[in-house]
């Protein structure tokens, strides 16, 4: 059943290579081979795993408002996951200016990393403006 969504985002990944375009993508791939999917022969394909613990990932799973993933669903994700050795580990519990400048270090510093200035410089002005916002408040 995850089948189509697995394609759908391995043909967005493809065209974004093709045109040299850097993106980020969020998706909850859980399993190994879906990464190794998403992945295809693409070496400059990097997976972020961002590690909570169950506790953590419940009590932010009950405070969402409006998400599509009910709480309840959060058991049978735990036992679908397949840790990432491939990945940028990440600790989730850290705030999420720090999450991101984890991030952009190891982008930064991974020499087989293409096109990684304009991720960065995504994830910079993003921070940049967050940060805007949070001192006009």
Request: charged residues 25%; aromatic residues 6%; neutral net charge.
């Amino acid at each position: 059943d995850r089948q189509p969504w697995l394609e759908r985002l391995r043909a967005l990944i493809a065209s974004l290579s093709a045109h040299h375009t850097s993106a980020v993508i969020a998706c909850s791939a859980l399993k190994t081979a879906y990464r190794a999917h998403l992945r295809g022969d693409d070496p400059a394909v990097r997976f972020v795993y961002l590690k909570g613990d169950y506790q953590t990932i419940q009590q932010r799973l009950a405070q969402r408002e409006g998400h599509y993933m009910p709480a309840s669903l959060l058991d049978s994700q735990f036992q679908a996951l397949e840790e990432p050795t491939d990945a940028l580990i990440v600790d989730l519990t850290q705030p999420p200016e720090t999450i991101v400048a984890t991030i952009i270090q190891a982008l930064e510093s991974a020499k087989s990393w293409k096109n990684s200035r304009s991720v960065v410089k995504c994830h910079r002005d993003c921070l940049s403006q967050r940060q805007n916002t949070q001192e006009e408040t």
